[in-house]
């Protein structure tokens, strides 16, 4: 479905006025049906995390913000992954979703559990615990706990005072030998259902300018690579590895222009990193 970006922004702005998100997701899927599972592939985003952790050995306990609707990534992990916490600043889950994933995937892999999860409790029967409304930047979680932190596409969604609290509590409890494996998408979002314009398209516009079509159910933070560097240094953290996605083969010249001097990373549209504290005796003020 290909859908204009400026009339996606303003349905967006009705649903902030209105202050019901849920509509949103009625809309996605039961309209739109972004939000509908026909088939499952698994995601190379999964493998990546799975790869990661078992890399470093961090599989005991790990810590997802950001698990939407289907948690198809969690159940992936499920076969590796001993205890997992995840958590939805606003509640997302669809059990309908939840159960659809597992089936589709029982049928590509192997799950810790076959059950089926008719209540977020059920999911305990595949190590999970889900939790939402929860905070990452303020969790009530102990010290030096996390063997990792995973997050799939879903720090770009997040306001840059935020990012920073919620690292400098990764800091907090992650262990010494921790790490976090994130894949961030650096691409504008309304490009994913409006083939006219360009991955890129949101740079075009300055702060003022695109606070017009910037909504909270739809929030984009415009920050690139090296925005999401200086954070996660900031907040004690190291890059130990990073691997960089250019999606976009046909940049505008007068988009070009305006970034001309800048770091060539300004034009990912996304990027995977791994981290590990940099100082496990000092965090950062930012």
């Not at 997992?84 to 994933?101: E, F, G, S, W």
């Not at 010290?143 to 400098?168: G, R, W, Y």
Request: proline content about 1%.
């Amino acid at each position: 479905m290909n859908i204009s970006w400026k009339l996606k922004s303003k349905s967006f702005s009705l649903i902030d006025t209105l202050g019901a998100p849920s509509a949103l997701y009625f809309l996605q899927k039961h309209i739109t049906r972004r939000s509908r599972i026909t088939k499952l592939s698994i995601d190379r985003n999964w493998v990546r995390h799975k790869e990661s952790l078992i890399k470093y050995g961090c599989k005991d306990f790990v810590f997802e913000f950001g698990g939407g609707k289907s948690l198809a990534q969690n159940l992936f992990l499920s076969d590796e992954i001993e205890r997992q916490l995840v958590v939805d600043l606003n509640r997302m889950i669809d059990l309908d979703l939840v159960n659809k994933a597992k089936e589709l995937l029982l049928l590509q892999t192997a799950l810790k559990s076959r059950k089926d999860i008719n209540a977020v409790d059920d999911l305990k029967s595949y190590g999970i615990t889900y939790r939402s409304p929860y905070d990452a930047a303020r969790t009530d979680l102990d010290d030096k706990c996390l063997d990792a932190c995973i997050s799939t596409n879903t720090l770009e969604h997040i306001p840059v005072e935020s990012i920073k609290q919620i690292f400098l509590e990764l800091s907090r409890i992650l262990k010494d030998t921790g790490i976090v494996s994130a894949k961030i998408d650096y691409s504008d979002h309304y490009a994913h259902t409006d083939s006219s314009i360009s991955l890129l398209n949101y740079l075009y516009y300055s702060d003022a300018e695109w606070q017009k079509y910037n909504h909270g159910c739809h929030y984009q933070n415009r920050l690139r690579h090296n925005d999401y560097k200086q954070i996660f240094g900031a907040c004690g953290f190291s890059v130990v590895e990073e691997e960089l996605h250019y999606g976009e083969g046909n940049i505008p010249l007068d988009l070009i222009e305006k970034f001309r001097g800048e770091d060539e990373s300004w034009s990912a549209t996304a990027a995977y990193f791994v981290l590990r504290k940099s100082d496990a005796s000092r965090v950062f003020s930012v």
